[in-house]
């Protein structure tokens, strides 16, 4: 764990597999194996040591999570929801699965639900922080630019390094025909910050433009 907290990725690797070699039942290192992976896009092989970590612990709310959110990842939106009930079945709270449920209604245009499901999330402890992205997007969705504007600053008070965030305020200053300048300082932030989101990018071409 360590090891992974230092950004050790391959270190942690190593170590999670010795652990697993001393104890081949231990739920918690084919987890831990799995969120490796999965953060190498190794997905297939993420999957199995989550399932090999339920069938450790078949009520191992975490590795139920984490499939879940592989499925999503990988566009398999059921098996992604009825994993996230699963989670919610043993733990009515878990703030993550109810944001992902309301994600994955997002996705398929059920505005309704997901802002029911994000309404949901914000009254749990750390919820409010959490969506205040989601709740943008959907205003964005919903045509009212305002709103969503607030709900991103509101966002960047708690996470100054939200890159999504700030790509996300650089499109709203570029539709909108507002200063250009200000669009390519957020979108500047935000490639800095996640080089890998294609949407900072996006953003600060039109800046440039």
Not at 64 to 91: K, P, T, V
Not at 138 to 162: F, I, K, T
Request: proline share 3%; net charge negative.
């Amino acid at each position: 764990d360590k090891r992974f907290s230092q950004g050790d990725t391959f270190g942690a690797i190593k170590e999670y597999q010795s652990a697993l070699l001393a104890a081949e039942k231990n739920g918690m290192a084919w987890n831990s194996l799995g969120i490796c992976l999965a953060g190498l896009n190794r997905h297939a092989e993420a999957e199995h040591h989550f399932a090999r970590a339920l069938a450790c612990n078949p009520k191992d709310v975490m590795a139920l999570y984490n499939l879940g959110y592989m499925h999503q990842s990988q566009g398999r939106a059921d098996e992604a929801r009825s994993r996230y009930r699963e989670c919610l079945s043993l733990d009515p709270d878990h703030l993550y699965a109810i944001v992902r449920l309301g994600q994955l209604a997002e996705s398929e245009g059920n505005a309704k639900s997901a802002r029911e499901f994000y309404e949901k999330a914000a009254l749990l402890p750390g919820g409010e922080n959490l969506t205040y992205r989601h709740f943008a997007r959907l205003c964005l969705s919903e045509g009212n630019n305002d709103e969503a504007r607030e709900y991103l600053h509101e966002a960047l008070l708690h996470d100054p390094q939200d890159a999504l965030a700030m790509a996300m305020i650089s499109k709203l200053y570029l539709d909108a025909s507002e200063d250009p300048e200000i669009a390519a300082t957020f979108a500047r932030q935000s490639v800095s910050l996640r080089p890998d989101l294609k949407s900072g990018w996006l953003q600060l071409a039109r800046a440039m433009d």
